[in-house]
């Protein structure tokens, strides 16, 4: 079956910087996308989310890129902190049983 | 607090053994699955339940079992037909099928 990946394993960025971590989704019917964070040794936790009739969503220091054309999904996290440093995950749903799929993961790691 | 709770944090067991993994919630959500996670990999859903006692397949059931006799609980066997237990395992719900899914904090087995 068709499966969410991710351009980079790691991501290391100064702390303040800007973070972008990057996910290819391959099934043009997917329809609602989501972004967890895991820390080590956690449960993902919900960062934020779209649905595929929008092409960007804000949150609090997050936003949500979505490009149909190009089926690609990204995450900006703005003036990133220690805390961020973990494991993000993006997850695409499709199909009749409406499951969600999840990438492999980007290791996100904020450097003093 | 509302949650989803799943116990224990970490479980040993000698292969050849049969082992049950705890998980609540008292969100009152419908839904509710299980998945597993390998080092460095994305979460691969096991089995999930849409509603009490009923329950579906996902990509990976071949060595496990579960049920769903009571709505906040969805306890998941893994069996010693399973050839290589030993991973992070998640439990999540949501209020229904197809949404934001929460997650709990992860059981970490190990089998020896």
């Known amino acids: 079956g068709e499966s969410v990946g991710l351009h980079l394993p790691t991501l290391s960025v100064q702390e303040g910087d800007n973070s972008i971590i990057n996910c290819a989704y391959s099934?043009?019917?997917?329809?609602?996308f989501i972004w967890y964070k895991q820390e080590s040794g956690k449960g993902p936790q919900f960062i934020i989310d779209?649905?595929?009739?929008?092409d960007k969503r804000q949150g609090q220091r997050v936003t949500v890129l979505l490009n149909k054309t190009v089926k690609h999904l990204s995450l900006q996290i703005a003036a990133t902190q220690p805390g961020d440093s973990a494991v993000y995950f993006c997850?695409?749903?499709?199909?009749?049983?409406?499951?969600?799929?999840f990438g492999s993961g980007t290791q996100l790691t904020v450097l003093p | 607090d509302g949650g989803i709770t799943q116990s224990p944090k970490y479980l040993f067991r000698k292969e050849g053994q049969n082992v049950t993994l705890s998980c609540e919630q008292n969100l009152n959500h419908d839904a509710m699955y299980w998945y597993r996670q390998d080092p460095g990999q994305g979460l691969r859903l096991i089995y999930y339940?849409?509603?009490?006692?009923?329950?579906q397949k996902g990509d990976i059931a071949e060595g496990y079992s579960v049920s769903r006799e009571k709505k906040e609980s969805f306890p998941l066997t893994v069996t010693s037909a399973q050839k290589n237990p030993t991973a992070f395992y998640l439990c999540?719900?949501?209020?229904?099928?197809?949404?934001?899914?929460?997650f709990g904090p992860g059981t970490r087995l190990t089998v020896t």
């Open positions: 339940s849409q509603i009490v006692n009923d329950f």
């Open positions: 999540a719900s949501s209020p229904g099928q197809g949404g934001e899914q929460y």
């Open positions: 099934n043009s019917a997917s329809d609602y």
């Open positions: 997850a695409e749903r499709f199909g009749s049983a409406r499951q969600l799929t």
């Open positions: 779209i649905r595929s009739n929008m």
